[in-house]
């Protein structure tokens, strides 16, 4: 596996104020087609969050999903990062977190489809429902439409759903790990 060209998760949660240095940068290249100039570094961020199996800061993995949102917004497509800052994101079970993984998941139709339906109710399918409803969010009836379709679904199910996201990201890493340079 290659070494990293970023700091360690450590130093990067130690202070709120590097975190700038992983903020989502808009850009148009030559062609005028967008991109996120700040990508490549969050993504190994990202990467080295998903290999450590210790607890991840909350602010910090929700100033990284923040961050995938607007690339995610800025330019069409899906990428696994947006998903792998969500899953750190959703690993949290702060029920106050729906809102912001919503956002992400509604952000394109890309987003829509790609971002698993498992992390809007990590901490319960009833749990979510009636904290949605209980809400005056903006998103709160789309939502609520929206999730009133995964009533069957158990928590048993989604916790292993989680387990499955995390190694599948895991052998990502692998796998772009024997790419060559």
């Excluded at 190994?44 to 995610?72: N, T």
């Excluded at 489809?113 to 399918?125: E, K, M």
Aim: charged letters at 30%; a negative charge; one cysteine or more.
């Amino acid at each position: 596996m290659s070494e990293p060209t970023v700091p360690d998760p450590a130093w990067w949660q130690a202070d709120p104020d590097r975190w700038e240095l992983l903020a989502f940068d808009g850009r148009y290249d030559a062609e005028g087609l967008p991109y996120d100039a700040g990508w490549k570094d969050r993504e190994e961020v990202l990467d080295l969050l998903l290999a450590d199996p210790g607890p991840c800061s909350a602010d910090f993995a929700r100033f990284l999903l923040r961050q995938e949102i607007l690339g995610h917004g800025h330019a069409w497509g899906y990428s696994d990062r947006i998903g792998m800052a969500a899953l750190l994101v959703a690993e949290q079970r702060r029920i106050e977190d729906v809102w912001l993984l919503w956002d992400a998941k509604s952000r394109s139709f890309d987003t829509f489809c790609g971002l698993p339906d498992a992390f809007l109710v990590v901490n319960g399918v009833e749990r979510t429902l009636e904290y949605i409803r209980g809400s005056d969010d903006s998103g709160r009836d789309w939502c609520l439409e929206f999730l009133d379709g995964m009533a069957s679904v158990t928590d048993e199910a989604v916790a292993e759903k989680l387990v499955r996201i995390r190694e599948y990201y895991g052998e990502l890493r692998e796998l772009r790990s024997d790419e060559p340079a």
